[in-house]
């Protein structure tokens, strides 16, 4: 079965400080992985996905297929990237899988 | 705006009612997506369209819950007879199948459903 797992619900940190959000991944195949955002009072919203090896307001993820992780990472974190996360595989049918979440709070 | 437009945005109904939400994706975006999400998880897959044809549905989508697309523009799902655990935001998503398999997914704001 198809599992997505995001372990912290919630996540805290600092201004200025690095963020790291940790998510794994259980998927027949060789899913695409991406990461959707939503912040405060907006839609869902793409953040960046892995096909694009791209960098998206600092962040980063990596993909470890030998652990099929895909952890995102910010050096340093901003009030503004206070939002909800959520790891999303998806196979070739289409379908996206979500986690269930990581609430990031930024702190001045 | 041209953004996934969805309503109504907010619905209560009580236990035995029928509800049907509306979804009106972005102008020619032919694959268009239900979820559903419950507080503290992420959105759940519903059922999928490609233009008119329903490709695939989820087991969540019991009986009582039926999606149509009739002219591979806007989409429609309804649910007969609800239930307290009904109770859910509904999200729409579109995307276009010219981005290929892994294209983009843009949301609505969801149409939010309480069952009393």
């Known amino acids: 079965a198809q599992r997505v797992t995001q372990p912290e619900k919630l996540l805290s940190v600092f201004k200025g400080a690095p963020v790291e959000l940790k998510c794994n991944y259980s998927y027949s195949g060789s899913p695409e992985l991406f990461w959707y955002v939503q912040y405060s009072r907006q839609r869902l919203q793409l953040l960046l996905r892995h096909i694009s090896r791209e960098s998206i307001k600092g962040f980063t993820a990596d993909l470890n297929k030998g652990e099929t992780s895909f952890h995102l990472k910010k050096p340093f974190a901003q009030e503004e990237d206070s939002a909800m996360y959520y790891c999303?595989?998806?196979?070739?049918?289409?379908?996206?899988?979500f986690g269930a979440g990581t609430t990031v709070t930024v702190r001045a | 705006d041209t953004g996934v437009s969805q309503n109504p945005r907010h619905k209560i109904t009580k236990r035995g009612q029928n509800v049907t939400f509306r979804c009106d994706p972005i102008?020619?975006?032919?694959?268009l997506y239900w979820y559903r999400q419950t507080l503290g998880q992420g959105p759940e897959f519903l059922t999928y369209?490609?233009?008119?044809?329903?490709?695939?549905k989820s087991r969540l989508l019991s009986d009582r819950f039926s999606a149509e697309r009739p002219k591979g523009s806007f989409s429609t799902l309804e649910i007969q007879r609800t239930e307290q655990g009904d109770s859910a935001m509904y999200l729409c998503?579109?995307?276009?199948?010219?981005?290929?398999?892994?294209?983009?997914?843009?949301f609505g704001e969801g149409s939010r459903l309480t069952v009393l």
């Open positions: 999303a595989p998806q196979g070739d049918d289409y379908k996206l899988s």
């Open positions: 369209f490609q233009n008119e044809a329903q490709l695939e």
């Open positions: 998503a579109s995307s276009h199948a010219g981005q290929g398999a892994y294209g983009e997914l843009f």
């Open positions: 102008s020619e975006h032919n694959r």
